[in-house]
């Protein structure tokens, strides 16, 4: 999926704004008598890109070749001026699109800019156990089983070159010879260790050859060597001490960049696949973030000697335990978020964030939950949930307005002109894109055979549309429950007693408030409030061609079982600050790094020209920190409404 990244955006008071509604928008609402929400006090901020633990990204392996040339198109390809892109956005979403209308507070809203600097919204993972985690120590565990530092140094830039090619077999070489210059048993054995930790797949032997010796390293085992990841059940027999542990876990400091481009860096670096790593949840790439990693069998002595030679990224918090990670293992995450050039009172800012601590913010699924083009996810996952094929393959290559790369445009006009996959992925030139997938599906199975086509691109991403469809469904019906019943529990909402779910009875109702009180994400396996709001989900699924009652598809992949989730979030740990400042480019609180490196903390004039708020909180998994953002300030998180209301931050 193609994404967006924001800079910065100032927050506005936005104008308010006609929308002609889709055809399909129009039968829904006829059938749901439903009432557009007035939006009185709307605000913009950046798109924040955390990914809740049901729609986790999948790193595609492909050689490295294609990946570097698909990185330097990424990297180079712009996407215009900032009035061409503003005007292209206009297609996009706003919030009540995708149902995101209510607000639980009574403060008025004000402006402020969140994510001038990416490292003015920073990210803490919180471990199963509670523990936050942070970047606090480098030092490596001792182990005498660990190869000398001078393994790491032994070796010369053009030796580790000509190992690498031959490790990938970019070249016909079997071999590659490295002269020992100063010859002792102690230097061999460096070399040796060298070679055999830093190209896993090769061996090494000592040769004498003209009088000199040289290490030989070769494939011991042919391709198969290179292409085989290994196991805890089957190491490399002289690759690991049994009293250590089999996973390194460490904590991954990175700036500004996803948590899946940082593992397939830290695996080229590494030279191993990028699955044997693990990790709890996918991170923000505009932000700083700390997380825990594992990675199977790679000493921390590697992984430290990184540090040395990785830009926006720290490893530290080395230790050996004997379990991966888990996807959702995680309590949650604590965001430190800072807003900067905030026009709102004193009194503003106390009501706004006692508010947000005392009631908390109603638990949408963020616009990024939606994507940032004028066709959304959600329609793709109707359509998938219709069993209309030829629509969902018209909805991902159809030519579309709105913000994408030069190349993507160009396929999508040779899809809608020949409707022949191979022309179509020959104007792509980046083939992992959900797009070029599904060309490469369709030119190997035909276009009568498209769900085995779809089904090439991989399975996180291919749920992440029904999931999509399931919170537009989920944000409508929790707006209308809240402005139907307010901020009360009432007879026949539901409610969880361990895992399942029942319904609150009129003699129980005084035993529970708001904040105990769940929806359904609609699937076969959940009930339904026992009020209007049952009706509404009926009725919303009617409008779509679906049956509520009949969940459960033909493919087994695409069932929907449905889940339960809470409606009003009440973070933890919150606490706030205003502070004033001159310069926009002075960091307003220290990292982690900087406390590592003894940056002082900055020093902040008493009366400052600007204003900003520094806020803290921790959430739960799958809750969005934009919504939290939002209650705040009173605004709407679109892209749409960032870039009508100011496109400065583009320039």
């Known amino acids: 999926m193609e994404t967006v990244e924001v800079n910065s955006v100032s927050l506005k008071r936005p104008r308010s704004e006609d929308d002609v509604a889709n055809a399909d928008e129009i039968k829904r609402q006829k059938i749901l008598e439903k009432s557009k929400a007035e939006n009185d006090s709307g605000q913009s901020i950046e798109n924040v890109t955390e990914q809740p633990e049901d729609t986790k990204s999948e790193i595609i392996p492909t050689e490295e070749s294609e990946e570097q040339e698909e990185e330097e198109l990424e990297d180079s390809d712009e996407d215009g ?10 297609h996009g979403l706003t919030e009540s699109d995708v149902g995101i209308t209510k607000f639980v507070s009574s403060h008025k809203g004000f402006s402020g800019i969140l994510k001038e600097r990416y490292s003015d919204f920073v990210v803490h993972e919180i471990g199963k156990d509670g523990r936050v985690s942070h970047l606090d120590d480098f030092s490596v565990p001792v182990d005498d089983e660990d190869p000398s530092e001078e393994t790491f140094t032994v070796l010369s830039d053009e030796d580790k070159q000509r190992l690498e090619e031959l490790q990938l077999f970019k070249n016909k070489e079997t071999s ?50 290179l292409a085989k990841v290994r196991t805890a059940t089957d190491p490399r027999k002289h690759s690991w001490p049994k009293s250590r542990g089999s996973y390194c876990h460490f904590v991954l400091y990175k700036e500004n960049k996803d948590t899946m481009d940082a593992i397939n860096v830290l695996s080229k670096f590494l030279r191993v696949k990028p699955n044997i790593f693990s990790y709890m949840g ?3 790439k505009r932000a700083i973030t700390v997380q825990e990693i594992a990675v199977l069998r790679i000493t921390a002595q590697r992984l430290a000697h990184l540090n040395k030679c990785l830009m926006n990224f720290k490893l530290g918090n080395f230790s050996y335990k004997n379990h991966p990670l888990k996807l959702g293992e995680l309590q949650g995450n604590h965001f430190t978020v800072v807003l900067r050039n905030i026009t709102g009172t004193d009194e503003q800012i106390e009501q706004a964030m006692h508010s947000l601590r005392e009631i908390g913010f109603i638990n949408y699924y963020g616009m990024q939950r939606f994507g940032t083009t004028a066709v959304p996810t959600y329609q793709i996952g109707r359509a998938i949930l219709q069993n209309n094929w030829n629509e969902v393959m018209d909805l991902i290559l159809k030519p579309r307005p709105g913000a994408e790369k030069g190349y993507l445009v160009k396929c999508r006009e040779e899809w809608a002109k020949t409707k022949d996959p191979a022309a179509a992925l020959k104007k792509l030139p980046v083939k992992r894109c959900v797009e070029g997938q599904l060309l490469r599906g369709l030119l190997k199975y035909g276009m009568k055979n498209i769900i085995s086509a779809f089904g090439i691109i991989p399975r996180n991403n291919r749920l992440m549309y029904i999931h999509s469809y399931q919170s537009y469904v989920w944000n409508n019906m929790v707006s209308k429950r809240i402005e139907e019943y307010g901020l009360k529990a009432v007879p ?17 109702v005084d035993n529970y408030t708001i904040h105990d009180v769940v929806m359904p994400l609609p699937g076969f396996d959940v009930i339904y409030p026992k009020h209007k709001i049952g009706e509404a989900y009926k009725d919303m699924l009617v409008a779509d061609n679906l049956d509520i009652n009949n969940m459960r598809h033909k493919i087994r992949d695409y069932s929907l079982s449905g889940a339960y989730r809470k409606i009003i979030i009440r973070p933890q740990n919150v606490n706030w600050e205003v502070v004033a400042y001159d310069d926009p480019k002075i960091p307003l609180f220290t990292t982690d790094l900087d406390k590592l490196e003894g940056k002082p903390l900055p020093v902040l004039p008493t009366d400052g020209k600007f204003r900003a708020l520094k806020m803290e909180f921790s959430l739960p998994p799958s809750t969005y920190a934009t919504m939290a953002i939002r209650e705040v300030l009173k605004m709407d998180t679109s892209i749409k409404n960032q870039t009508q209301l100011n496109t400065t931050w583009l320039r």
């Open 176 to 225: 590659v010879a490295i002269e020992v210059i100063e010859d002792t048993k102690e230097k061999r054995t460096i070399i040796h260790q060298a070679v055999k930790s830093l190209f896993p797949g090769l061996e090494t032997k000592t040769e004498d050859r003209d009088g000199k010796k040289y290490i030989i390293a070769y494939h011991a085992a042919g391709k198969k060597a």
């Open 282 to 284: 996918t991170k923000d």
């Open 81 to 90: 001026d900032p009035e061409s892109f503003a005007d292209m956005m206009k």
């Open 492 to 508: 026949g909402d539901l409610i969880l007693k361990g895992a399942t779910a029942v319904h609150i009875e009129e003699g129980d």
